[in-house]
């Protein structure tokens, strides 16, 4: 019996402390680094470099003919990217450009017929 008595007072006396530590909210997503449009000017010349760097490299090896299919892949995608980049302007309000819009593809079958 006194066992209980004092099981159920360290309860109690656990739960009064949690209720007066608040809780520290959690962060949901990880948000965005604010940067001034100086810094992300200066950042997106830094990744435009970059990326003409690396896609100069890969045209190199093609030309060479010492291109895996891998690196294939990697500067056609490398190549697009650098197209958007071309195209793209300062980005809106906000600091958000809308993503693109995905390619219509065949039309989905209807639902089972039978």
Do not use: Y
Not at 48 to 77: F, P
Not at 82 to 92: D, I
Request: include cysteine; proline fraction near 10%.
């Amino acid at each position: 019996m006194l066992a209980v008595v004092i099981s159920a007072s360290c309860f109690t006396a656990v739960a009064a402390e949690r209720a007066k530590t608040p809780e520290k909210p959690k962060p949901s997503a990880k948000q965005a680094p604010k940067f001034s449009p100086e810094e992300r000017q200066q950042r997106r010349q830094v990744i435009k470099e970059r990326l003409a760097r690396l896609v100069t490299d890969l045209q190199k090896k093609r030309t060479a003919g010492t291109l895996s299919d891998a690196e294939q892949k990697r500067l056609n995608r490398l190549e697009e990217l650098s197209a958007r980049l071309q195209g793209a302007t300062e980005a809106p309000p906000g600091g958000v450009h809308a993503s693109p819009a995905k390619p219509a593809g065949k039309p989905k079958p209807n639902a089972r017929q039978n």
